[in-house]
């Protein structure tokens, strides 16, 4: 795709034989042949791999692309307008939309009660919009620990702007072990992984600047791209990984400030990046001098091989800040995190962090630093739990919603479903009636694409995980009880 600046930000204009690649062949979808271009176009929209605002290429040359009239692109055309799904403006042609009821956001939209923790809190509902396992039994271990060796650390402030040196040094040596070579001096320690990359946020962009991320993405990085001012740029995933040539041309084309990029069982696809594509997204970014912040958080939780080496190990440490937690790997109320960078770039998001606050809390650091000491014991019991999990939770799926599609990930924590009707934030409404909270497809992506997704995790046991299906299937039964056609109405967003 073709990208230009306009008074109203970002133009992307796809061509002709894109768009007929991106379409594929329809001929078996059945209806007519407009009807067939229109509905997979709108799919595409809804799906994230034609972001909005994008500049549909002329009817001839869609036409002759496809291999069909011109009076049938000219019939596609009318109906995505027609239902909100594209705009055309005098001297600008026809542009990607979204019906207001989709782009306005509702349940699982950009904001609200179905993703912030607190609204949790309290409540009789099974959460399943957040990704977090239950704490392992070395966690309290990991604190008695902690509290034994406090008395060294009271004679002293308590204030360590970069960190504690023995968890600096803990989270050094885990990442060399994993082939990134790093010193203590290259660590900051932060209140998590989303902490490091506000610090990033605030030490480099200002408003209107450019951020790349993939498409979709971790809701919460979108959110903090937005409240710094800047402007996150999609670049689609495709169904198997990264598309390298679409990351080459926004790079190219838009120029961005900063990258953030989840390499390895990126949230929420779960795509494990292979080391060549960590090669060649490495040597792109470091052509055009592009600031790559590198979220790792997940990196531990491979439950199938091994992972490739770091993606920071293709990039310069001026150009990169990797970042990772204990969140994730371990529990959410561990609220420790570190960035990885050049020592000279660690100086800098130090001096950012100490307006804000001085350091971490002490407790918590040492607790980390013995856990990520005895990661090697930790994990295997850790990991395999969770491969447990997973192919219960995808067995259960096949089972009592098999329309459902969803690829079964390497590692991490959440599967990625297809739910093969645009009604995601509709199922959201409707889980919650019977007792389940879940966060809906579009809050991933940028502009409201991926109604027909939904993220699940497999964080719970087995039996909670079995009966959350059974509850899933009466909830999805009540928003396409009147068939695919009338699921896919504009309306549909609750």
Known sequence: MHSQSCQSGLVRTVTGPQLAA????RSDAGGPAYARV?????????????????????ERELAAALGVSRTTVTAAYDELRGGGYAVSRRGSGTRTALPPSRANGSAGGATGPTWTPWAADGSDLLDLAHAAPEAPADVRRAYDAALEQLPRHLPGSGYHLFGLP?????????LTARGLPTLPEQVL?????????????????????RVLVEQPTYPNALDAIGR?????????????????AAVAAAVRQTAPRLAYLMPDFHNPTGLLAADAERRELGAVLTRSRTLTVVDETLVELALDGPVPPPLATYLPDDLTVTVGSASKTLWGGLRIGWARAGTALIR?????RASVEMGSPVVEQLAVAELIRGLDATLPPRRAELRTRRDALVAALAERLPSWRARVPAGGLVLWCDLGAPVSSRLVVAAERHGIRLAAGPRFGVDGAFERRLRLPYTHPVDVLGSAVDTLEQAFRTVTADGPAAADTVDAVA
């Not at 996150?232 to 390298?244: F, I, M, R």
């Open 166 to 174: 023995e968890l600096r040094t803990a989270v050094a040596d885990r």
């Open 189 to 209: 320690v932060t209140s998590g992984a989303q902490h490091a990359f506000t610090l990033v946020l605030q030490l480099v962009t200002g408003p209107g600047d």
């Open 228 to 244: 710094h001012g800047a402007t996150a740029v999609p670049v689609p995933l495709a169904d198997d990984g990264w598309d390298l």
């Open 348 to 352: 800098r998001l130090a001096a950012v």
């Open 38 to 58: 229109a509905a997979a176009i709108r799919l595409l929209v809804l799906d994230g791999r034609l972001p909005l605002e994008t500049r549909l290429p002329g």
């Open 22 to 25: 991106l379409i594929g062949d």
